[in-house]
T-cell receptor
Framework: TQLLEQSPQFLSIQEGENLTVYCNSSSVFSSLQWYRQEPGEGPVLLVTVVTGGEVKKLKRLTFQFGDARKDSSLHITAAQPGDTGLYLCAGARSNTGKLIFGQGTTLQVKP | GAGVSQSPRYKVAKRGQDVALRCDPISGHVSLFWYQQALGQGPEFLTYFQNEAQLDKSGLPSDRFFAERPEGSVSTLKIQRTQQEDSAVYLC??????????????FGSGTRLTVV
């Protein structure tokens, strides 16, 4: 049973297009994190969202945490080939440091 | 060190062989996590240490998997009698955060284990 469902699982777009990746759960998380992973490397933290309804921006990336702290989205504006990679959302529970990861979204941005 | 260091980067083991994977976390990070990742999938939790205490080992798939962190720093993940289904990337991560407050992990580059 996947506690965090990411969609879509695969996305192939042209440079300059916009995209949104969704991360959904029936469970409440105390915080939710987004990571980006390139082949042969470990995931790298992009952002942590903690408050329901919170929106954070990181250059062309916009992250939102749902009001009920059960879901999140990542929106990329004007995607570039350097955005290519595996995007992972991960939720933390309040009573443990353990992170639960979604299955990931593989993004390919073609020049 | 500046980052989380894992060794070896690649390991090929014959089925039935024992392997040991090492993780050097960032100095001062109290929390250390091991994850298993299949190709193109998200990491799956294996086990968690706070200092030298193993607080959660619920993700270890069988009693062939064993992890330790005896001095609260370096950790070793040992897999006995490896099977083909153990082939995966094993990721180690560390965090400053104590239990209950997680503000992000720093991951190592992983060890790719291939069992033949």
């Amino acid at each position: 049973t996947q506690l965090l469902e990411q969609s879509p699982q695969f996305l192939s777009i042209q440079e300059g297009e916009n995209l949104t990746v969704y991360c959904n759960s029936s469970s409440v998380f105390s915080s939710l994190q987004w990571y980006r992973q390139e082949p042969g490397e470990g995931p790298v933290l992009l952002v942590t969202v903690v408050t329901g309804g919170e929106v954070k921006k990181l250059k062309r990336l916009t992250f939102q945490f749902g009001d009920a702290r059960k879901d999140s989205s990542l929106h990329i504006t004007a995607a570039q080939p350097g955005d290519t990679g595996l995007y992972l959302c991960a939720g933390a529970r309040s009573n443990t440091g353990k992170l639960i990861f979604g299955q990931g979204t593989t993004l390919q941005v073609k020049p | 060190g500046a980052g989380v260091s894992q060794s070896p980067r690649y390991k090929v083991a014959k089925r039935g062989q024992d392997v040991a994977l090492r993780c050097d976390p960032i100095s001062g990070h109290v929390s250390l996590f091991w994850y298993q990742q299949a190709l193109g999938q998200g990491p799956e939790f294996l086990t968690y240490f706070q200092n030298e205490a193993q607080l959660d080992k619920s993700g270890l798939p069988s009693d062939r998997f064993f992890a330790e962190r005896p001095e609260g720093s370096v950790s070793t993940l040992k897999i006995q009698r490896t099977q083909q289904e153990d082939s995966a990337v094993y990721l180690c991560a560390s965090s400053l955060a104590s239990r209950g407050r997680n503000y992000g992990y720093t991951f190592g580059s992983g060890t790719r284990l291939t069992v033949v």
